[in-house]
Structure formats: structure tokens, C-alpha cells
């Protein structure tokens, strides 16, 4: 019991000691803290940074949608004038409706896009108006807010109703309850039927919740007109699960070319784009950034540390004739180890407790005033305090070492 006494004293005894030499030279002190001040601070702000793009990225593809496909129609050619993709009429509703067959498709969605102007009493905006069918809710994981949605009866009989996205509703509503509500399109006139709950920004940066929806049979015969009845710009398409998206994606082209009599050696006549895969590989780009935005502030750490053994290193020389008198009196190699090791140490965490505190200050300072997205992880800082506190560990072990294996003698005649 006594001995675990000693040990304990002789650990604060040597704790003090350590805190009097660094209280000795503050100033320098300081200085070699700063280094790892300001690379766990960058750090810390780094992947602060870097998980909220991440977030954010998460978010946006949670908002598109899951195990996704969209179908675009093919181009036109007139008088050696090629259109882009979704200026032909290659696609229809029958195309749909026979994807819709296939095993492993959960939803399809005909559309037929364009934009409007939208009146209501003295209010008027322009915003997307969307044809499609109820299946374009489910493909989209877009809930109803308020109200109902329109069925396949309506899009069937072409009734003119809608469904509204937040920020059409706050410009063209205000702050009127839409539902029920009468507006017109292009002078048709439309009931609100349902909000749409709030989707937020899309991949392309287009704001989701700018769009009207209204089935797709009203768009073609009352909006936009269609020079081939049931022909569509583009459909999504909703697998059951990712993992199928290969063999879906084969069955749709196969289907397709089957239907639209395309001999082999034929080019499609529709495009077929993987949303999926399109947002993973953003989402891993985004990833790597953040793990490249820690990798270069942690050069700043490895720059601490460097400091932290050159002043280590100095202060050995200046106390060598102190380490002389310490061990003629009895200090062993390891008490004159864990001495300046504890010093290393001390600067290390103190710098990294510092480091830690401004680096979260800078993160919150930069989400207020810029709005970018910022995540503070504790796993984040718990890292970050970890490698920082083992590289001023690292780094002084060597001048630390380099003190306990000094001569006596020679270290006392040292002048």
C-alpha cells in the first residue's frame, strides 16, 4: 500500500516539476503549443466541414429518391438539325405500362415536363408544372403534406387538379391554406387537391419544391398539347431493390427495342440514365474530399510535433547540467525518461484541448455566417484529440530518451 503511495506522489512530485520548467520559459512554451493548436483546430474544422457535405449530399439523394432509373425520350433530326436528348416523341404511356410488367420494377411514372405561369386572384408565378401519374409520388418518396392525391381515376378522365410544392404555394397562396383552392394554368382553371411535403434542393441545384403536379393525360390534352397523343418526354422507373438495377436495367432495354421494332445493330431511340449510381458516385467524391480536407490539416499536426521535439531537444541541452545533478543524486534513466516525456505530454494535450475548443468555435462561427452545413462529430474530435495527443508523444519520446541516457559526469561538467 505504501509502495502504490510513493508511486502516486512521486508522480505528482514529478508533475509539478514538469509544470515549473515549462512555467519557466512561457513564451516558448506557447509557441510550441500553438503547433498543435492550430492543427487540431484545423483538423477538427475540416472534417467538420467535410461531414456536412457528406450530410448534405445524403440529403439530396434521400430526396431524389431510391433505386431509381429515368427514361428520356430520343432525338430529332429535321433538315441535318439534331435535337438533344428528349426532343423526339419515342416514348409513350404504353412504354409504362409494359415496364411496369417486368419483375423487380416496384413504380413507373410517365412525365411530361414544362414550366407555366400560375395565377391566383392578384397573384401570379412561374413555376414547373409536372404531368405524370400517382406513381411519380412513390418512385419520388414524396408524401402528401396536407390534402389528398389525385388517383389513376383522375388521370384517366383528365381532371383538372394539383397537387403543390412549398414554394409555389408560399408565392402564388401566401400564407393561405392552398387546399381546395382554385388557380389557373394557362388560363385552365385547377383545384388544389394536396401539399407536397418539403423536398428541398435537387441534385442540379433546382429547387424541388418550385413544381406543380397534375396528371399527366390534363398536361397533354389542357397544357402543353402533345403532337402525338400519349407519347412522353421521360418516365422514372423504381426498382424493388439496388441490388436488381443491372438486371432491370437489361429487361427495360430489351422490352424497349422489342417495342419500338429496333433491328440489331440499331441504335436506342431513348436514353437510360442511372440516378443510383449517378448519386453514389457523388456522394464517394464527396467523401474522399472530406478525408483529403483532413489529410492536409493534418500536416499541421505533423508540424506540431516537429516543434514540439525541437524545443524538447532544446531545452535537454540547456538542462543537461540540471540532468547531471538529478541522477548524482540518485534519478534513474527512467525517472529523467518519464520527467521530459511528461512535459511532451503536458504541451501536447493542453494544445490539443485548446485546439479542440477553437476548432468547434470555427466550425459553428462558419456555419452562422455562411450556412454551410457543418457536423461536429464526437468520433471526429475523439480522433482528431487521439492523433494529435500521440504525435507530441511520438515526437518527444526521442529528446526525452536522449536525456535519460546522458553521462553523469558529462552532464555535470557541462558548461
Given at each position: ?180 383552392k382554385t388557380f389557373r394554368i394557362r388560363q385552365s382553371p385547377f383545384v388544389v387537391l394536396g401539399t407536397l ?219
Amino acid at each position: 500500500m505504501s509502495g502504490a503511495t510513493d508511486r502516486k506522489s512521486g508522480f505528482f512530485a514529478m508533475l509539478g516539476e514538469a509544470w515549473r520548467a515549462m512555467g519557466a520559459n512561457r513564451l516558448r512554451t506557447f509557441l510550441t503549443m500553438l503547433g498543435m493548436v492550430i492543427g487540431v483546430g484545423a483538423v477538427v474544422l475540416m472534417m467538420a466541414i467535410g461531414q456536412g457535405a457528406q450530410y448534405a449530399i445524403k440529403q439530396t439523394i434521400a430526396g431524389m429518391g431510391s433505386n431509381l432509373f429515368i427514361l428520356i425520350s430520343g432525338s430529332t433530326s429535321s433538315g441535318g438539325v439534331r435535337s438533344g436528348g428528349g426532343g423526339g416523341y419515342t416514348l409513350n404511356v404504353g412504354d409504362a405500362d409494359a415496364i411496369a410488367e417486368l419483375p423487380g420494377v416496384q413504380a413507373v411514372a410517365p412525365i411530361q415536363p414544362g414550366t407555366a405561369q400560375v395565377v391566383y386572384g392578384p397573384n401570379n408565378w412561374n413555376t414547373s408544372v409536372i404531368g405524370t401519374t400517382p406513381g411519380y409520388l412513390e418512385a419520388r418518396s414524396w408524401p402528401i403534406a396536407s390534402g389528398e392525391a389525385f388517383t389513376n381515376s383522375d388521370v384517366r378522365s383528365g381532371t383538372r387538379v394539383a397537387l403543390i410544392g412549398q414554394t409555389a404555394a408560399q408565392n402564388l397562396f401566401g400564407d393561405e391554406d392552398p387546399v381546395g383552392k382554385t388557380f389557373r394554368i394557362r388560363q385552365s382553371p385547377f383545384v388544389v387537391l394536396g401539399t407536397l411535403a418539403l423536398k428541398g434542393q435537387g441534385m442540379d441545384g433546382r429547387d424541388q419544391d418550385d413544381s406543380i403536379i397534375i396528371p399527366i393525360t390534363t398536361a397533354q390534352r389542357q397544357v402543353f398539347g402533345s403532337q402525338f397523343p400519349g407519347s412522353v418526354r421521360m418516365m422514372m422507373v423504381q426498382t424493388s431493390s439496388q441490388e436488381i438495377m443491372p438486371e432491370v436495367q437489361k429487361s427495360m432495354v430489351a422490352l424497349l427495342r422489342q417495342r419500338h421494332r429496333l433491328r440489331e445493330g440499331m441504335d436506342n431511340d431513348f436514353y437510360l440514365r442511372n440516378l443510383t449510381a449517378a448519386a453514389d458516385s457523388a456522394a464517394e467524391s464527396t467523401r474522399v474530399m472530406s478525408l483529403l480536407l483532413g489529410a492536409i490539416a493534418s500536416v499541421s499536426l505533423l508540424v506540431g510535433g516537429i516543434g514540439i521535439m525541437n524545443i524538447m531537444l532544446v531545452s535537454v541541452t540547456e538542462r543537461t547540467r540540471e540532468i547531471g545533478i538529478r541522477m548524482a543524486i540518485g534519478a534513474r534513466e527512467r525517472d529523467i525518461l518519464q520527467q521530459f516525456l511528461l512535459e511532451a505530454i503536458i504541451i501536447s494535450v493542453v494544445g490539443c484541448f485548446i485546439g479542440l475548443l477553437l476548432g468547434i468555435g470555427a466550425a459553428l462561427l462558419t456555419d452562422s455566417l455562411t450556412g454551410t452545413t457543418v457536423i461536429i462529430s464526437g468520433s471526429s474530435v475523439l480522433v482528431a484529440f487521439s492523433v494529435a495527443a500521440a504525435v507530441g508523444i511520438f515526437f518527444g519520446f526521442y529528446p526525452a530518451r536522449k536525456a535519460a541516457l546522458l553521462d553523469p559526469i558529462e552532464a555535470l561538467r557541462y558548461q
